[in-house]
């Protein structure tokens, strides 16, 4: 049996397709909802429990198995997909060397360590403690509390302990703190949070898994104003691009992304209903960052970035490295639509 064939016996396309697509069911062994790839109102994508496949009957007239579903829904290729339903099948495709395994291993578990830290900011912004932390998320940066939830802002209290003591009554270690990015060690080797009075910003990656922190500053003389977590191997800042887990199914769907520069101004535009927005969270565009979207998901890339000095030269840089990752069709164009936008009124509000 080929690994192909392997995957999809342990797999149900069912079970698989209805964790995204709301499935009715639609006679015996069949199930439909509205097409994922198209707009419509009436449901013309079905799936056949008893054959495996599933098909869209609407406007995009295609269909085939559970690979043909995630290589369109990720606009994967055939071996990402693979390597995707390889790991939801708990199949491994090549045996790692005990070192690769447990360096994985190390690291999903210091991405659960995030998640726990992520949720137990997000659960002290709700607290009444917190109440005028909230009153400036919700007055200062506007933003609502369906916002809050759907980013998973949190709050950082004003101590050197609280995520640490947390973390340490769950089991977790010092050394697991610092590793994770979320606590730091002083010289005379003492461990304290990294986060101290600051608002939380989940950092996540394409999967939606919680990578690092975006924190900003709330009392006017701390600094620096923004403080992201340490780089490191959960924490890659250029290959992340804030939001984009939200921002994929629009991206798609439209075939534009827009990138901005800070998270906040992506949480702002998500608000506004412009779903298709992600951050940089950076100086200028890496090579890494444009291969998430582009050319896979996004045709046209709308770059707003601010339009002072610094801005201004961010974004001439990231044209420069767009125009040499991305592939030049047949006529030597480039195939991506590249856009500079200029944000009117130049610095945006701290
Ligand atoms: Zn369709």
Not at 88 to 112: C, F, M, N, T, Y
Not at 145 to 164: C, K, M, N, S
Not at 330 to 345: E, F, M
Request: hydrophobic residues 40%; aromatic residues 8%; contains cysteine.
């Amino acid at each position: 049996m080929s690994v192909a064939d392997e995957i999809k016996s342990r797999l149900d396309i069912v079970q698989y397709i209805s964790k995204t697509v709301p499935l009715k069911r639609a006679g015996s062994g069949r199930w439909k909802a509205p097409c994922p790839f198209h707009h419509e109102k009436t449901p013309s994508f079905l799936v056949d429990e008893n054959r495996q496949t599933w098909r869209c009957f609407g406007a995009c007239a295609t269909g085939g198995d559970i690979f043909n579903y995630v290589m369109k829904q990720n606009g994967w290729t055939f071996h990402e997909a693979l390597e995707a339903l390889a790991k939801e099948a708990g199949i491994d495709l090549k045996p790692q060397s005990p070192e690769a395994k447990a360096r994985d291993q190390e690291v999903d578990r210091l991405r659960g360590l995030l998640k726990v830290v992520a949720d137990y900011y997000h659960e002290l912004l709700k607290q009444p403690e917190a109440r005028e932390v909230l009153k400036y998320a919700r007055k200062k940066r506007g933003l609502t509390e369906a916002t809050i939830d759907q980013f998973g802002i949190g709050y950082a209290p004003d101590g050197w302990r609280y995520a640490l003591d947390m973390l340490l009554n769950l089991g977790y270690t010092e050394d697991d703190a610092v590793n994770a990015g979320v606590a730091s060690k002083n010289d005379s080797g003492r461990v304290y949070d990294r986060f101290r009075n600051r608002l939380i910003i989940p950092i996540r990656d394409e999967r939606g898994r919680v990578a690092g922190f975006g924190a900003r500053a709330l009392a006017a003389e701390d600094n620096p104003k923004y403080l992201n977590s340490p780089q490191s191997a959960l924490f890659d800042k250029g290959r992340l691009l804030f939001g984009l887990d939200l921002a994929a199914k629009s991206i798609r769907d439209s075939g534009t992304a827009v990138i901005v520069e800070g998270y906040l101004d992506a949480i702002q535009a998500h608000q506004a209903g412009y779903t298709n927005v992600v951050a940089q969270m950076g100086t200028a565009l890496t090579e890494m960052q444009l291969k998430l979207i582009a050319p896979k998901w996004a045709k046209k890339i709308i770059l707003a970035l601010d339009s002072d000095a610094a801005g201004q030269n961010a974004t001439k840089r990231s044209v420069e490295v767009a125009r040499e990752t991305l592939q030049y069709s047949d006529s030597g164009t480039l195939a991506i639509d590249i856009r500079v936008l200029a944000v009117p009124g130049g610095k945006r509000p701290g």
